[in-house]
């Protein structure tokens, strides 16, 4: 037991996933409907939106760096790709311009933050500024609805039975970000600019590159993220992804992406993500008024912020103890062998 | 062996000050040019009612900024507050001065969660204060529904006197709001620029470990300043209750990225360590004529987060480029490209 | 060690043409024509400030030179990135560690390499092992005090197999034990045709490693030769500012054991025991330098810092001139009268970026007023100690960070000092400045004797625990090994103990 | 400001009057739609129509609008309020820099403006949701039917007080109807939470009967959540208030085969109009009849017919919509908006 909770506290990501069971857990004491296997898949279903935006942010936060302009960049490109399929273009298009406009938007960002020099949260609050107030420019204001049933079906395949395509492939996206960040060579770099952007370049790390990709990626992400919101909504408002941006970054949080940077996973940040998008349907089941909603996300954030905070300092002041305290034992060893010898 | 000439940056400040004021006398003789109702003394004045709760809380953001944190909570804090005021004043029949009183007292409480957790547990600001964001605007929204107006009614029919806070006049023509913007801002000034305070405020944002070492209560500092950044919100919270004459659960929302903006706009370094009170003032005025001139002006709201976003990433990259060339190649850590020469 | 004339005429390694940088108004380098040829040991010194790092940060390609060219092995290069550096074969192993503090030793060593990870790590073992030095390979970056970072520092660039290898400042935080195996590795480096570059302050090392000597001063080489040609004493003039005259520092007569008896002492640590040290029994009389000795980690620092309220303290008592003040919180003891100067300046010492007032009354700002700060009071404080201290600066209002590292170093005094203390514990107070700022350091701690203030002198740098101190006594493995008495300090003395293998007479 | 600054009344021209139309958020297909009546009628008549409003719905934001368009010079205000009394300080400085105020779709307090154009009254809005959800039951469900609530917040004024009605028009009508969640369930104005809400209120009642949303993003969220879980209107009823446009392919494949609302197109322009006809100079009184080009004669009532408490006076009054539409796959190809 003990070993699991030190294992725990050590990969944050397992702290995460056993916050999301224990909230599970609670959550189907009170209503059993809760844990009914289809609706735990209709969970992880639909938290798809806020997984591919948390991986995206989760880069551009593992580098250090910050976004909050994906909210704006989801939306934009949900009101883009929405508005291509609605008027009769192929999917082929619609994605890869919406793709195309989300790298676009990332790499403006990186630019700024590289070349320009302009504080990450300075430069993606700018603009997300300017992506809004672009929706409205782009959509006149105007929903984008009646797409047709083939898009919107999408949303609704399942291989096997019961795996949602959408699920599976961000899931697969997920555990590939991950073996590319924490196995290849180069995927380190990102987490390395993050702990010592210094130390990055000085040991030959192309910083500006990395920092630049990330952002781009966050801005694919969001775009990918985009599309399916699109598909899985149904029609986009110009609204769409209000606010998105706070609550991708606060599901990093909870999956222990440390906004220093350099620290976390996305398996953290999916996990994170799913414990954000499912709060509101746990609110349901716990027959919870709505109005709970933000009260409950809140205290949920801070708890498991505290707690890992407390862990995490218990844990390295326990370590550096017993490092100094095992430097003392060698010294006592020492002396008794002294006074063996001397007697 | 000359050094770096010492003085540079704090006339970086200074000159970026200078900038403001410059953007400022600008926006005023382009949106006087395009209609000159905006002019208008009164007009001019009047307009920091709608943003008076966005320059109220980045004064004292900018504080909370300089130990190296953030406080992204005031927006929620403003309409908690709001909710506790008409709570208080309606349903518990307190007389409206207590009740304000009390209704600051929450703005500390929430400032105070936000500051030991961040200073004493040790949890990033960011994430503090995230939490706080969503914490305490789902709480007004709760608060709204145990009133016995229904929520969507919002508490109103407040005493004259109150209404006054921000309704009324000094002069006949100076809102009260813009005199305790002034106020405020003195009070800033004198608690960054001039008490002991303020100086450890700057030192623990420049370097924590070391204010340690020269008995410093580092902790107590910096929770302080987030004490002080949710007093502030909460005046905002009374000021724009008397402003509106209502109630609302949802005050704040929307004050977030402006806020952080008019920090940033002002001066203040993210990392902490510099800043400065006028520069925020200045900026957060700066950023509130803009929208109100380019609506004056006649463009629609929903466009304006584009020109405020885009005047935001120039004036920081112009600042980047210009005032802080040398600063900036002094930070060892950048890059530098490869075209320089061959 | 040095090359015969005949290699001269092959060419240069790296040859450097015609360098100068300036930053802003402050020319740092001026028009520097150096060639260094395969196989060299080249010894770069200069005072604080004369941009030895900054000529180093060039060829690593951290800066851009205003003017002037590189040339390595006849072929002009631009060195415009690290990686440019990297892939033309120069490293650098910088002067502040730059570590990756969330990744474990093996992968701050490791990151960046093309190789297989799997051979880097046999590499790296072995490389360990011939070093005979103690590392973790698992343990995270930011568990490692200042001196293990800059072992894994220069692990990595012992492990790069570069062409062209820098270390600035290398040893600065390091004991005799891990300087001797860095030497051992530098020599076969250098045997097997590798060029180096060695930025240092002790000038002993010079000799022992180096097979050219470069002296740098205000940006210009003003002295070159091989090492043969110079010895300690020419060295030291050639680095000091022309019209210095060395402080006379001579050594008053040590307070005698009876002198001593018949006062108070003004520190007494009493069976004290913490985090990484136990049974600390020490008396620090006024007026009396009581040195500290002893290698990396042997619990110096954890115990100064225990005393000064900054960590937990599990055994025994601390009595401040009669008073005791175990455990209480550093604000307290600092008001009773006890300061400690950190040894890492950087990460506990100064406020880089704010002015030198601002810093060096950052400790008595609470005496200077109550609520609101006396701009008078705390100027005239700042001019006092700008001008006893001799500190270097365009005035009260520079930028602390843009100072030299010796200037940085006495604005820490500064600040300790303004509080009045009686007590003083000084950590590697002169750790990475150069001689004449060492002078004086070294005249500010015989100032605060004369005063009558007890000094706990911690370093590393055993010369300097001989010159100063009045007793020594030794910390080994968290226990006090042994207290030498004036007249039995001496440097066999010191370094057993040290390594916990002095044997006393008595029992000899 | 001073009342100098009033258009000289009675001899404007259509030209010299401007209208600032003025919706609770911008971006919601709703407004649209109402924004398009008014620049049609105000294109027919001439006058300026100015829409402007912001992106969030919420008090500040809203006299933040309203203050920069008086401080525009606009001569008359057609709003649609995002609260009963947090406008009035605003409305008040409206009033006396000589702007003539007219709300529509959602009111403020009736001393504050002058005409109110109603949907309806909140009783006629209430009994239309709640006998959608009726008209496709079963008999044996319209004695005990489950059913809930669901839209965009507690906050929000009219969906509210819709909802007090109809829980009123229940208790009456269909006492054996059960209430699974009286607290109701809010989306926020988010299509995606809308969307999530939805699912998670079928899965917690698989056996609810009706689900109302009085809003118009709630109502094709919860449209789109039935479709993802393969249930339709057959299985579940889902009714409530959202623009055809909107719903088209939802009525069409049954998913929600019955809804409603009233034209907003005509309320728009009616509210533009009014305002401007105001402005223009002409005054009314309770009882009057007021001729309105492309639409026809409207009534001026008391503002009772809304609320019985109502203030009365006779300068201020409603105007109520001739008629508010149901929507079914045989009409709704009739609508465009
Ligand atoms: N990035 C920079 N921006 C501005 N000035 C700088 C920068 N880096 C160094 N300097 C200045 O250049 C001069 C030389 O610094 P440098 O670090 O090269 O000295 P050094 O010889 O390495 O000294 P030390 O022995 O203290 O390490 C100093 O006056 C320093 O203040
Ligand atoms: N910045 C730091 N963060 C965490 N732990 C540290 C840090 N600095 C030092 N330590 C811990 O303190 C221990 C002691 O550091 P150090 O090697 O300087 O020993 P010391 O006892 O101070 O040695 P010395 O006798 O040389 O002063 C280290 O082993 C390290 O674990
Ligand atoms: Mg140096
Ligand atoms: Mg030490």
Redesign the pocket.
């Known amino acids: 037991m003990k070993i699991i909770a030190e294992k725990m506290a050590k990969t944050r990501e397992l702290f995460t996933v056993a916050f999301m069971l224990l909230l599970f857990l609670i959550t189907g004491l009170i209503n059993p409907s809760f844990l009914a296997g289809d609706n735990l898949l209709l969970c992880f279903n639909g938290s798809v939106i806020y997984i591919l935006l948390a991986i995206g942010v989760s880069f551009v936060i593992t580098t250090g760096d910050i976004d909050v302009s994906v909210g704006a960049t989801m939306g934009f490109t949900a009101a883009v790709c929405a508005t291509l399929i609605r008027d009769g273009s192929s999917l082929m298009t619609a994605v890869v311009s919406a793709v195309a406009i989300g790298a676009v938007i990332g790499l403006i960002n990186g630019l700024g933050v590289t070349k320009l020099r302009i504080p990450a949260i300075i430069m993606t609050l700018g603009i997300n500024g300017v992506v809004r107030g672009s929706i409205y420019v782009y959509t006149q204001g105007k929903w984008v609805e009646n797409l047709p049933a083939v898009f919107k079906s999408y949303g609704q395949i399942s291989l096997f039975g019961f795996v949602n395509l959408f699920l599976l492939g961000t899931v697969l996206i997920v555990v590939g970000t991950y073996l590319y960040l924490h196995r290849a060579r180069k995927g380190k770099y990102f987490a390395a600019i993050g702990d010592n952007i210094g130390g990055a370049t000085l040991i030959g790390i192309p910083v500006d590159r990395v920092r630049i990709t990330a952002f781009v990626l966050s801005g694919v992400f969001a775009a990918i993220a985009g599309v399916v919101f699109a598909s899985k909504v149904g029609f986009v408002t110009p609204t769409a992804g209000n606010g998105y941006e706070m609550k991708a970054i606060a599901a990093c949080v909870l999956g222990g992406v440390s906004l220093t940077g350099g620290v976390g996973s996305v398996i953290g940040a999916m996990f994170g993500a799913v414990i954000m998008s499912s709060i509101s349907r746990i609110l349901v089941f716990l027959q919870f008024s709505s109005n709970w909603d933000d009260t409950i996300t809140g205290i949920l954030l801070i708890i498991i912020v505290v707690a890992d905070a407390l862990i995490q300092t218990h844990l390295k002041e326990k370590a550096r103890k017993e490092r100094l305290a095992a430097r003392d034992l060698k010294a006592q060893s020492h002396f008794e062998e002294k006074e063996v010898l001397a007697g | 062996?000359s050094?770096?000439k010492s003085l540079d940056w704090k006339k970086g400040i200074l000159r970026w000050e200078a900038a403001l004021i410059l953007i400022l006398v600008l926006e005023i003789i382009i949106f006087g040019s395009i209609n000159p109702r905006f002019l208008k003394v009164p007009v001019l004045l009047g307009s920091i009612n709608d943003y008076i709760s966005i320059c109220i809380i980045a004064l004292f953001a900018t504080i909370v900024m300089i130990t190296g944190g953030i406080d992204i909570s005031g927006g929620a804090i403003v309409g908690l507050t709001s909710m506790v005021l008409g709570l208080l004043w309606q349903d518990a029949g307190l007389n409206i001065w207590a009740a304000m009183g009390l209704c600051l007292v929450t703005g500390i409480l929430c400032g105070a969660l936000n500051g030991f957790l961040v200073s004493y547990v040790g949890v990033q600001a960011m994430v503090v204060t995230l939490g706080g964001l969503f914490l305490y605007s789902g709480l007004a929204v709760v608060l709204s529904t145990l009133s016995v107006s229904s929520a969507y009614e919002g508490i109103s029919g407040f005493p004259e006197a109150f209404i006054r806070i921000a309704g009324g006049k000094v002069f006949g023509i100076v809102p009260n709001p813009f005199v305790i913007f002034i106020i405020l801002t003195v009070i800033a000034y004198i608690l960054l620029h001039k008490s002991r305070f303020g100086r450890y405020v700057f030192l623990v944002g420049v370097n924590p470990n070391a204010a340690g070492f020269s008995g410093i209560n580092y902790k107590l500092v910096a929770m302080f300043t987030y004490i002080f950044s949710g007093l502030a919100a909460s005046v905002a919270g009374v000021v724009l209750t008397s402003y509106l004459g209502s109630c609302r659960a949802d005050l704040g929302s929307g004050l977030t990225m402006p806020i952080v903006t008019a920090v940033v706009l002002g001066g203040t370094a993210i990392t902490g360590g510099k800043g400065s009170i006028a520069g925020t003032a200045l900026a957060a005025i700066v950023i509130g004529l803009l929208r109100f001139g380019l609506q004056m002006s006649g463009m629609s709201t929903q466009y304006l987060d584009i020109p405020v976003g885009l005047l935001l990433i120039v004036a920081v990259a112009a600042r980047g480029a210009g005032v802080y060339m040398h600063r900036i190649?002094?930070s060892?850590k950048k890059e530098k490209s490869c075209q320089t020469e061959t | 060690m040095g090359l015969s004339n005949d290699d001269r005429t092959q060419t240069p390694a790296i040859s450097i043409n015609g360098i100068s940088k300036s930053?802003a108004t402050?020319v740092?380098l001026r028009k520097i024509n150096l060639d260094v040829y395969q196989g060299e040991v080249v010894a770069l010194i200069?005072g604080?400030?004369?941009?030895?790092?900054?000529l180093m940060k060039i060829l690593m390609g951290i800066y851009q030179p205003d003017g002037g060219e590189i040339h390595i092995s006849g072929k002009k290069v631009n060195l415009c990135s690290p990686s440019a550096a990297l892939s033309n074969g120069i490293y650098l192993v910088p002067?502040e560690p730059m570590l990756f503090p969330n990744m474990t030793v093996e992968e701050n060593i490791v990151l960046g390499f093309q190789e297989k990870r799997a051979e880097l790590r046999l590499r790296l073992e072995a490389l360990i092992e011939n070093l005979g030095w103690d590392l973790k390979l698992d343990r995270k970056a930011e568990s490692l005090s200042i001196a293990e970072q800059q072992l894994v520092e220069i692990l990595r660039g012992l492990l790069r197999n570069s062409k062209i290898l820098i270390l600035d400042?290398p040893t600065s935080a390091l004991t005799f034990h891990e300087i001797e195996s860095l030497f051992r590795i530098i020599t076969d480096l250098h045997s097997n045709g590798i060029s180096i570059f060695y930025i240092t302050?002790r000038l002993t090392e010079v000799f022992d490693i180096a097979t050219r000597v470069v002296v740098l001063r205000d940006g210009q080489i003003t002295m070159e030769g091989s090492v043969g040609q110079f010895n300690q004493e020419m060295l030291i003039q050639g680095l000091l500012p022309t019209n210095y005259e060395r402080a006379a520092i001579r050594k008053e007569e040590a307070v005698s054991d009876k002198k001593r008896k018949s006062k108070k002492p003004m520190l007494e640590i009493k069976d004290f025991g913490g985090y990484g040290f136990s049974n600390v029994n020490l008396e620090v009389y006024p007026g009396e330098i009581l040195g500290l000795a002893g290698v990396v980690g042997a619990g110096r620092t954890e115990l100064a810092v225990t005393i000064f309220g900054k960590d937990l303290v599990k055994q025994g008592a601390v009595i401040l001139d009669g008073e005791e003040i175990t455990g209480r919180k550093s604000k307290q003891i600092i008001e009773k009268g006890l300061i400690y100067v950190p040894e890492d300046r950087h990460l506990n010492g100064i406020y880089s970026m704010r002015d030198v007032e601002e810093n060096v009354t950052s400790g008595v700002l609470g005496h200077l007023n109550k609520y609101f700060i006396d701009r008078k009071k705390s100027r005239e404080l700042t001019d006092r100690y700008i001008k006893d201290f001799r500190i270097k600066v365009t005035g009260r209002d520079q930028i602390t960070g843009?100072l030299?590292?010796g200037n940085q170093q006495k604005v820490v005094l500064a600040k300790a000092l303004a509080t009045n203390p009686k007590v003083v514990i000084l950590d590697e107070p002169t750790r990475?400045i150069?001689a004449g700022a060492r002078g004086d350091v070294y005249r500010i701690i015989h100032e605060l004797k004369q005063q009558g203030v007890a000094v706990l002198l911690i370093s590393s740098d055993i010369e300097e625990v001989i010159e100063l101190s009045d007793r020594v006594a030794a910390m080994y493995q968290g226990r006090i090994n042994h207290t030498f008495e004036e007249n039995e300090i001496t440097v066999d003395n010191l370094m057993s103990a040290s390594f916990g293998v002095y044997q006393k007479e008595e029992t000899a | 400001g001073g009342t100098d600054e009033v258009s000289d009344e009675g001899t404007a021209e259509p030209s010299d009057i401007s209208v600032a139309f003025i919706p609770k958020l911008t971006g919601n297909s709703f407004f649209e739609s109402a924004n398009l009546g008014a620049q049609d009628i105000a294109e027919e008549v001439g006058f300026e129509c100015a829409y402007t409003g912001n992106p969030e719905a919420s008090v500040a934001n809203q006299v933040q609008v309203i203050n920069s368009a008086v401080q525009q010079g606009f001569s008359a205000l057609a709003i649609s309020s995002v609260t009963p009394d947090g406008l009035n300080n605003a409305l008040k400085a409206a009033k006396e820099a000589g702007l003539k105020i007219v709300c529509w779709d959602s009111d403020v307090q009736n001393d504050m403006r002058s005409l109110h154009v109603a949907q309806g009254t909140p009783e006629q809005l209430g009994e239309m949701l709640v006998e959608m959800a009726a008209m496709q039951m079963t008999d044996e469900q319209k004695q005990s039917a489950k059913y809930c609530w669901h839209y965009s917040s507690a906050t929000v004024t009219d969906q509210n007080s819709w909802q007090v009605a109809g829980e009123k028009y229940i208790k009456e009508t269909y006492p054996g109807w059960v209430n699974v969640a009286p607290d109701n369930y809010y989306s926020g104005q988010d299509a995606e939470k809308a969307v999530s809400v939805g699912e998670s209120i079928l899965k917690t009642y698989p056996d609810i009967d009706a689900i109302i949303c009085n809003d118009s993003t709630a109502l094709p969220g919860q449209a789109q959540a039935a479709e993802n879980l393969g249930l339709s209107g057959k299985d579940v009823i889902i009714t409530g208030f959202c623009t055809p446009n909107g719903m088209r392919d939802f009525c069409k494949n049954g998913t929600v085969p019955v809804f409603g609302l009233w034209d907003c197109k005509v309320q728009g322009a009616m509210g533009a109009y009014l305002a401007y006809w105001l402005a223009a100079g002409n005054e009314f009184k309770v009882g009057d009849t007021i001729d309105i080009p492309t639409i026809g004669e409207v009534e001026v009532l008391p503002n009772t017919v809304l609320d019985p408490k109502a203030y009365t006076a006779d300068d201020s009054g409603v105007v109520l919509l001739p008629e508010r539409t149901i929507f079914t796959k045989d009409n709704i190809d009739d609508y465009n908006f």
């Not at chain 3, 604080?48 to 900054?54: D, E, I, L, V, W």
């Open positions: 062996m050094t770096l190649q002094y060892s | 930053f402050n740092v200069g604080n400030g004369a941009g030895k790092s900054t002067q400042e302050h843009s030299s590292g990475g150069d």
